[in-house]
């Protein structure tokens, strides 16, 4: 169940490093826009993490348990990167003045990934619902791909889904309050989530 526990949080540290940057804009997270994300982060988790179970059925388990070493891995050493990959995004032009909200739109969802705030679409400082989804769309890759690498059954993936819906509108909360710790800090929390999901990939092996 640790492994489990420690993927939660890995994963949860994308939230809170969002809603740093939310406060750090001045950029309110209403309880409803937070259930919002919180909610579709712990959804495609579980979903993920069905997948993976789903897979187990087909795929021998040393081959799986290879498969599962690489997701792991790449996505770690992804995380640990995460600053000069949103440098680069950033560099390629995918930003742009006027972007216009889209559920399948991956310039925008890139846009997104490389400076949180551009979920703020109407500049009004205050995330609304429907800027919540492509947010929450954005934080979800990375559950959605780590969450292969996991045999879940049903009843596990509602306690995690569970779970993790709790420790993202905490994370979320929690953010306003150490924003002002982390303000001027140089802490970079993607590389705690990438050295975790490495640590996480080794323990499939």
Request: with cysteine; net charge positive.
């Amino acid at each position: 169940m640790a492994i489990y526990f420690s993927l939660m949080f890995a994963l949860s540290l994308d939230t809170f490093m969002a809603a740093l940057s939310y406060e750090a804009n001045k950029i309110k997270i209403p309880i409803s826009s937070n259930l919002i994300i919180s909610f579709i982060c712990a959804l495609f988790l579980f979903i993920s993490l069905l997948l993976g179970g789903v897979l187990n059925l087909f795929i021998p388990e040393f081959i799986l348990k290879w498969i599962s070493f690489i997701i792991l891995f790449l996505v770690g050493c992804f995380k640990i990167f995460d600053n000069r990959i949103k440098k680069f995004i950033c560099k390629r032009n995918f930003k742009s003045k006027s972007i216009n909200f889209s559920f399948c739109n991956l310039k925008f969802i890139l846009q997104i990934y490389s400076d949180y705030s551009y979920a703020d679409i109407d500049k009004s400082k205050s995330l609304s619902p429907i800027e919540a989804i492509s947010l929450a769309l954005a934080l979800s890759i990375d559950g959605l791909s780590v969450g292969l690498a996991f045999n879940t059954d049903i009843v596990l993936g509602l306690f995690i889904f569970i779970i993790c819906l709790i420790v993202n509108v905490l994370f979320i909360l929690l953010a306003k309050g150490f924003n002002y710790l982390f303000s001027n800090s140089k802490i970079d929390f993607s590389l705690l989530g990438g050295f975790i999901f490495i640590i996480l990939a080794f323990c499939k092996l």
